[in-house]
């Protein structure tokens, strides 16, 4: 049954009993007399007293005097509903439906039976329903959870916040609210629907992590890891809690134990791909090559057939210089996985690092044409046209300029990629477009030097020199920081030592 409208047959028991004697005659139907009240009295006090059996019999005979009564049609559906013949229960409300289409509890026991089957009639059925009962908490409640089926959480999220205490008394529906709330970009809500999550599921750990996942997200990443250390120190926590354990404390900078929790991790999961690839791009992010190398091939002995895992460690030769042997591990990322373009994209970089442009180019024109909805290829190739600096005007800048162009409108958050079409039209003498870009990109990603250098420019040959002037002192500052923090990833020392037994 499901978790939203479960409870349909004493709701509709409850509609149907407040409905008596109390609502006039739908057009061309006989009005109400003694006799047809009494016998639906009779009906409801059956079902209320769980005498399902009898109060079909008793409903049939009234049926017979009373044919066109959609209240008796509707509790025979109850009934029936009670005796789990679905098929002739959702007969039943239909039959009631079309005698008076404006009738909650015959709407309502049709479209919970619908629901419950994934029938596609449902959701018309529903908003019907919401139609005739704007503030029919059930059938928010049920629409919340189609939306999220067909994975339309901006729908879900509008009938959600409408489903009141329907929602908030089901752990289920909480969960699907959650997420789509965290889909569409709102965690400040998501997160206060996590809490509620938390406290339905008795602190139950998955709904700890789903909680912690929105306050990380958030920026609230020390709020998160309050959570999760408990659960994290327990000796059963499974590979996906300490990764996230991992991930949150590496945005702390606590090095030490975002690796601590990836090993563990790795050991509780020795198959699992992601820890790996967690770990070694922690090692690459602080420039530790060989043991980038050492992870990904641990995890390569464990998860042979992983294109992800050839991607990463064909990075770590490229970076080591071993080119070769980079390209043969983004071949078999290509091969592993042909529909993705990683491993050719991969493979295209380390042409570049090699001095191998034009080939590099080559191949990424392939597979943006492989692979046309692509931000990342988009990208990348861009990025290769443009690294032989070609004249502003020629094949290649438009050519950049138009990938770079498709990829923003795939990708609106891409960041380096509003950057760099920013680059190129400060190159063409474009300020007032580079500026739009720029600007994009530093709100995507403050710390973007290379953006607030570019904007920098703009602003100068746009020129609005007060502003390019506060540009200038924020330039400063990022470029101290940055000094700052390179001091301090040369202090990190990352151990090396095999990533489990």
């Not at 209240?71 to 079309?98: D, F, H, I």
């Not at 050839?310 to 996985?337: I, K, M, P, W, Y």
């Not at 958050?413 to 079409?421: K, T």
């Amino acid at each position: 049954m499901s978790a939203i409208g479960g409870a349909v047959v004493p709701l509709l028991v409850s509609l149907a009993c407040a409905a008596i004697g109390s609502r006039p005659a739908a057009a061309g139907q006989a009005p109400q007399t003694a006799d047809t009240t009494s016998d639906r009295a009779a009906v409801v006090a059956a079902l209320r007293g769980g005498q399902n059996d009898a109060a079909l019999g008793l409903v049939d005979r009234a049926l017979e005097r009373a044919p066109e009564d959609p209240q008796l049609w509707a509790l025979k559906g109850v009934a029936l509903t009670a005796l789990s013949r679905e098929p002739e229960a959702l007969a039943a409300y239909r039959r009631a439906v079309s005698i008076d289409d404006r009738y909650v509890p015959a709407l309502q026991g049709a479209a919970e039976i619908e629901y419950r089957a994934r029938r596609p009639e449902a959701g018309p059925t529903l908003e019907r329903l919401i139609a005739v009962d704007p503030e029919n908490e059930v059938a928010h409640g049920m629409l919340g959870a189609l939306a999220f089926d067909r994975r339309d959480c901006g729908a879900a999220v509008a009938h959600f916040e409408q489903g009141g205490d329907v929602v908030n008394g089901s752990a289920a529906a909480l969960d699907q609210f959650g997420h789509c709330l965290y889909m569409v970009g709102r965690l400040e809500d998501a997160v206060r629907v996590f809490e509620r999550l938390k406290t339905a599921t008795q602190d139950d750990p998955a709904a700890v992590m789903k909680l912690a996942v929105a306050l990380h997200a958030g920026g609230r990443s020390r709020e998160a890891l309050v959570l999760l250390r408990p659960i994290a120190a327990r000796p059963d926590a499974d590979g996906a809690l300490l990764n996230l354990a991992a991930e949150v404390h590496a945005s702390l900078n606590e090095v030490a134990e975002a690796i601590a929790a990836l090993r563990r991790a790795i050991a509780a999961a020795p198959h699992d791909e992601a820890h790996y690839l967690s770990l070694a791009s922690l090692c690459l992010e602080h420039e530790s090559y060989d043991l980038a190398l050492e992870i990904a091939n641990v995890g390569l002995h464990n998860a042979p057939e992983s294109a992800r895992l050839h991607t990463v460690r064909g990075v770590v030769h490229a970076q080591l210089g071993n080119h070769e042997r980079a390209e043969e591990d983004f071949e078999r990322a290509s091969r592993l996985e042909p529909e993705r373009p990683v491993g050719r994209v991969g493979q295209s970089l380390a042409l570049q690092q090699a001095g191998r442009v034009e080939e590099s180019v080559e191949l990424l024109r392939r597979e943006s044409q492989r692979h046309p909805k692509d931000a990342a290829t988009l990208f990348l190739l861009a990025r290769a046209l443009a690294s032989a600096g070609p004249a502003a005007g020629s094949s290649d800048a438009r050519e950049a300029e138009q990938a770079l162009q498709r990829a923003v409108t795939l990708a609106p958050d891409f960041g380096e990629a509003h950057a760099e079409l920013g680059r190129l039209d400060v190159r063409a003498g474009k300020p007032a477009l580079a500026l739009v870009h720029l600007r994009r990109a530093l709100d995507l990603d403050p710390s973007n030097r290379q953006a607030m250098y570019q904007l920098l420019l703009a602003l100068r040959r746009a020129d609005r020199l007060d502003e390019a002037a506060e540009v200038k002192a924020r330039l400063r500052q990022l470029m101290e920081q940055e000094r700052n923090d390179e001091v301090e990833r040369n202090r990190l020392q990352l151990i090396k030592a095999p990533p489990s037994p």
